[in-house]
């Protein structure tokens, strides 16, 4: 774990942590609808709107699908725009999710991972998230609450760029991490400001420079579009990593696009992200003293993938066990976060041996001794042709 | 057709449109197969084509003209062919018959 400077942290959940990142950007317009497990995040910040600590406009909607509609537009006319959701709310977004990217909006939503339905389920798992990967947003999952604060700030520096102009999500687990108090260290607005300041969409709605934003386009003109966004994705990469280190320069919190945790001497390692990584942290010290020559690849920067890290950090290594905490249903492997794994490593020719594994699906317990069981059998090996889904009563 | 269409580096981000009222340059009409054809003897300026035509493809020019049963008027129809869609709506809502659909001769 980062070591927290204890007199300077404060105790918060991620919820409120990304609601003290959200003031002390001093973000001019929110539009949200609370949605368990995010609401706490909107209702802190409605908080800090009414004592006048945020000097901004909260939009109370009437839907997710009008929550980002409304942060889209505040977002082109120049405001600097946050949004936050989770699980029914982000589904609900779906359509918006494209327009989003496809305008190109700067903006940054918070997702509290959950469960979606049917069976009607409160609880986390990271269903919501991977519905929407494709949306073309740059996803970032963070794994404690400090990590959350320091990625909103870090998203308003890069989606804002010139260079990369699209939205970002930041992703944490809803419950294991969105009501789960942890030390956290705030930098106040001045600090955050002077590290990121307000660098406005380009083309924002100005009399003096008419524009229309969100025409249609014909066949001659659609697919170039589209490409546009494939470049700025791929082109944010380095951007995102550079932010990050402008980010450690200043702040002394650093977190590189992937992490690899005790992967000195690891022969396998386990990929997995948020609160599970976090987990995994705590335990993997005393598993290796077990003997389980076991790793942890830390997923924190999703879209766009950070291929040319995956394969620094898994080429000599003998097996990787995945943990997905979402189901493609009729897919080769049923983990999503699998599926891409797989396709990495015929693309890169990589020799590692795919253990794919579902879990805490529905907030599905999972203890010590169970990640033990996942540590294991990274450790052990042998072929699994089939993605194994841990925990389920057969 | 035949220009050459910008890459996708020379166009704006986002399909955002930054010279404004460019949609004139837009012409609809290229997928016809009928246009009408105005009788300027027959049609006895009514305007009901004008009105109706969803396209605004109707066009009223000040142009004189004397029918061939010597009327006078000082207002002439003609369609606009860059933004026709062939509908027909004109020639189906013209109460003296003067609009035939004739196809589109093709280069």
């Known amino acids: 774990m980062q070591a927290i400077e204890s007199k300077r942290a404060r105790p918060l959940n991620t919820n409120h942590a990304i609601a003290n990142a959200v003031k002390d950007l001093d973000v001019d317009v929110i539009s949200a609808y609370p949605i368990t497990p995010q609401t706490t995040v909107v209702e802190k910040i409605s908080e800090f709107v009414a004592k006048g600590e945020l000097e901004a406009e909260f939009i109370h909607v009437e839907s997710e699908h009008s929550a980002l509609s409304a942060a889209i537009s505040s977002s082109v006319t120049g405001a600097r725009t946050f949004t936050a959701t989770a699980s029914q709310g982000l589904a609900l977004m779906h359509e918006i999710l494209h327009i989003a990217s496809g305008l190109r909006a700067p903006l940054v939503m918070s997702v509290a991972m959950r469960s979606l339905s049917a069976p009607i389920s409160i609880w986390n798992d990271q269903g919501d998230l991977f519905n929407a990967r494709d949306a073309g947003w740059i996803i970032l999952f963070a794994h404690t609450a400090q990590e959350a604060y320091d990625s ?90 550079e932010v990050d280190k402008d980010f450690e320069k200043e702040f002394g919190r650093g977190y590189g696009i992937m992490e690899c945790y005790m992967c000195e001497g690891a022969n396998s390692l386990i990929m997995t992200n948020a609160s599970y990584a976090a987990s995994l942290k705590a335990f993997l010290p005393e598993f290796r003293e077990q003997g389980l020559k076991v790793g942890l690849l830390r997923l924190r920067l999703y879209r766009p993938f950070p291929l040319k890290k995956f394969v620094e950090y898994t080429s000599d290594i003998k097996n990787l066990l995945v943990v997905d ?24 020719g990589l020799g590692f041996n795919i253990i794919s594994v579902v879990a805490g699906i529905g907030q599905r317990r999972m203890d010590r001794e169970d990640f033990y069981a996942l540590a294991r059998m990274a450790h052990e090996g042998g072929r699994h042709e089939e993605t194994v889904f841990y925990g389920v009563r057969e | 057709m035949g220009e050459r269409l910008l890459s996708y580096k ?59 049963k010597g009327r006078k008027y000082k207002i002439s129809y003609d369609v606009d062919a860059d933004f026709c869609k062939g ?21």
Request: charged share 25%.
């Open chain 1, 152 to 241: 909103v700030i870090q998203a308003y520096k890069f989606v804002e760029d010139e260079r990369v102009l699209l939205p970002a999500i930041i992703a944490y687990d809803g419950y294991l991490m969105s009501h789960t108090i942890e030390p956290v260290v705030t930098e106040g607005r001045e600090k955050v400001i002077k590290f990121a300041p307000k660098r406005h969409y380009p083309y924002r709605l100005d009399p003096q420079k008419p524009v229309t934003i969100g025409p249609i386009a014909p066949p001659e003109y659609y697919y170039e579009i589209k490409y546009q966004q494939v470049k700025a994705i791929n082109g944010s990469l380095p951007i995102i990593e």
């Open chain 1, 325 to 348: 905490r979402a189901i493609s249903y009729g897919a080769p492997y049923q983990g999503p976060l699998a599926n891409e794994v797989a396709g990495a490593k015929v693309k890169e």
């Open chain 2, 10 to 68: 020379e166009m704006p981000i986002g399909g955002v449109i930054v010279n404004p009222g460019n949609s004139l340059e837009y012409k609809t009409g290229d997928w016809k197969v009928l246009i009408p054809k105005i009788n300027q003897d027959t049609c006895i300026r009514c305007r009901i084509c004008w009105y109706v035509c969803p396209d605004n493809a109707i066009k009223e020019l000040d142009r004189e003209y004397i029918t061939n």
């Open chain 2, 87 to 107: 509908c027909g709506m004109c020639a189906q809502e013209c109460p003296v018959k003067a609009i035939e659909m004739v196809p589109v001769e093709v280069e």
